[in-house]
């Protein structure tokens, strides 16, 4: 098996007194879409900040292309829980401002073009020159994931990106992610509470127990086949076993596995289940 | 929730209230000031001149007399005759003159250093304590330390004006700059956006409208200031011209200054509104 590109190896959160999560390890391969599911508390966005650089841990270390990272990169884009456009930029300078920091060079118009651009592939080249507070909850997301993808990083980190909008406006821009990502090839780790999310989008779903002392309880392979389209999803055999092992351990073993791990469990190699066959 | 209220019939309350409050001032004057001078011995009264004529006190001036005189005064107000008459318009621009010049400096310097103390929690703990001693200080108790440092009375109210303009925008900046949301910032750093990137494109923008606040703030403590501190040191400016005519018991000149005085901080008020304006933003 090659090596992932992102690679997490032992880390840790802890307080004094308080061990969040401890001895964390999973890898992302190229290409991969991988979900990270849990309830709150338990060190997603920990854990996605820490994949960002914008947060070190405790202990242990995670690589990204066999280099250990210590900060923040253009290489590893974040897709923000809030859209996090800059309020006082137009939709356009929102992207150009992200464009202009990886290309230096760029001048002006070439800027412009390119953000123009990377707006009309989310469906925004009309509302280009409004700003943030003129744009729909919908609209603002599309903004912020036109300006993590405009950057062409080799990762696409997100943070539940579509939980602070309604069901409808979520399904349609959950498609558009899985549009780009899948054109682009792109490497992706998203944290979602959303199950039909995760399996919509992803190749595995690492399922979290709740913290404190929270593990990587288990990696569910996700069989299904792709391309997979919102409409015929819950058409496909085995999609219910899987959204049914999902709920089952967001329910009731996310609590009753909670604590300490028991003897057998290597925190290096998760018990692997395929449930949709 | 109040109603919205049309311009037009605001403004026309405003000039009956206007013209109500000149009008009982007019009619109040009316046939004072005659006739009270009647114990005046002639020989004193030709000793002391024109006031002591009419009566030993000074009539206030009619609304009137005031608008006459207004009128005389703004017909040429930029001429020069020696250095104790010149003309209201000249006044005044002295006096802007320093303000900007005191506002300027201040923020020159407490812009950039705000921005230093908002982005480092040590310096804003480190320095708090000297601004929060000096920030209650009244801006003319640094006059006589000014001019016997400076030993120029012109610069001296310009020193006036600086020092007490500084605060506001030095606290302000610091205050815009430390409440720069988080994730504007975690987006810079996503971005290797770089420190003077992060600084000017992203903190800087986020932090004008609470700035501009200061600035605002600023401009009015320093045009509140310049009054008194040109009455102390002289020589020109609008709060020396209102010291002169109190001098000369010149009321209706003191009206007019007073009048003078308002509508200019009014000026300067709406010109950093505007800017405020132009750099607020709305999520």
Redesign the interface.
Known sequence: MSKPYVSVEGISRKFPGLTVFDNVWFGVNRGEFVCLVGHSGCGKTTILNIL???DAPSGGVVLADGREIS????E???I?Q?H?L????TAEQNVA??LG??HKGWDAGRLRDVARSALEKVGLGAARAK???ELSGGMKQRVGIARAFA?EPKMMLMDEPFSALDALTRGALQEEVSRLVTEAGQTAFMITHDVDEAILLSDRILLMTNGPMARVAEVVINTLPKPRVRATLHHQPGYHELRDHIMDFLITRSRSLAGVAPRDYDPRHPPEVSPAG | MQKPVSAWRATLLSLIILTCFLGTWELALQGAGQGGGAAIDPEYAALLGQAAASGGQTPMPKPSEIGRRLFQLLSDPFYIRGPNDQGIGIQVAYSLGRVLLGFGMAALIAIPLGFVIGMSPLLNAALNPFIQVLRPVSPLAWMPLALFTIQDSSISAVFVIFICSIWPMLLNTAFGVSAVRREWLNVARTLEAGTWRTAFRVILPAAAPTILTGMRISIGIAWLVIVAAEMLVGGTGIGYWVWNQWNNLSIADICIAILMIGLVGLALDRLLGLLARAVAWQE
């Open positions: 960002a650089g914008l900060g923040p990169s253009l590893r884009a974040v923000f809030g996090a800059m309020p006082w930029l401002f992200a920091c990886k700003k943030p507070s950057v």
